[in-house]
T-cell receptor
Framework: DAKTTQPPSMDCAEGRAANLPCNHS???????VYWYRQIHSQGPQYIIH???NNETNEMASLIITEDRKSSTLILPHATLRDTAVYYC???????????FGAGTRLTVKP | DAGVIQSPRHEVTEMGQEVTLRCKPI?????LFWYRQTMMRGLELLIY????????DSGMPEDRFSAKMPNASFSTLKIQPSEPRDSAVYFC?????????????FGEGSWLTVV
């Protein structure tokens, strides 16, 4: 599976959009981009995933560049409860294991 | 619907003792994963099963660790003998494998302290 690079930490003001970048320059054509988050002391929680098209659900939006070498997770109106570590993972679709990197620690501030 | 259920939530044990962590996956899921999380190493995949069969145990740190899945609704992770460096949060997770990719659902974790 391709390796990902994320900034170690980011801050965001409450109510503003949080844009979390992820670089995956070695991604191959059959690899999906997944985002999970882990709120302190809890198990990781699935957020969203995509292959090449932008995706949106009730939690977030995922923007994947046309060359698929990077992506951005967008939390449109961040709240204090969105403070967590966010993990970007790329994975071949038929691989059923999920391996986590260091992630980005997002702190939403009042 | 019930999520992934793990027990115990917290355990403190003495070095050398046997530790058994338990997991009940989401009903109908055919993949089960065991992860370990520490400050130093982050979230590591230890082993995963498909239809109760171990598929990849390359993440199991050493022979003191063993995992079993006797049926579709139960799995154990055993550490014998336990050591202080095994102190960590152990997560169990499950998923429904699909051809187009799948999402993994995690339990709340078992917090293990070995003294």
């Amino acid at each position: 599976d391709a390796k990902t690079t994320q900034p170690p930490s980011m801050d965001c003001a409450e109510g503003r959009a949080a844009n979390l970048p992820c670089n995956h320059s070695t991604i191959s054509g059959n690899e999906y981009v997944y985002w999970y988050r882990q709120i302190h002391s809890q198990g990781p929680q699935y957020i969203i995933h995509g292959l090449k098209n932008n995706e949106t659900n009730e939690m977030a939006s995922l923007i994947i560049t046309e060359d698929r070498k990077s992506s951005t997770l967008i939390l449109p109106h961040a709240t204090l409860r969105d403070t967590a570590v966010y993990y970007c993972i790329v994975r071949v679709f038929f691989n059923n294991d999920m391996r986590f990197g260091a992630g980005t620690r997002l702190t939403v501030k009042p | 619907d019930a999520g992934v259920i793990q027990s115990p939530r917290h355990e403190v044990t003495e070095m050398g003792q046997e530790v058994t962590l338990r997991c009940k996956p989401i009903s109908g899921h055919d993949y089960l994963f065991w992860y370990r999380q520490t400050m130093m190493r982050g979230l590591e995949l230890l082993i995963y099963f498909n239809n109760n069969v171990p598929i990849d145990d390359s993440g199991m740190p050493e022979d003191r660790f063993s995992a079993k899945m006797p049926n579709a609704s139960f799995s154990t992770l055993k550490i014998q003998p336990s050591e202080p460096r095994d102190s960590a949060v152990y997560f169990c997770a499950s998923s429904l494998g699909t051809f187009t990719g799948n999402t993994i659902y995690f339990g709340e974790g078992s917090w293990l302290t070995v003294v």
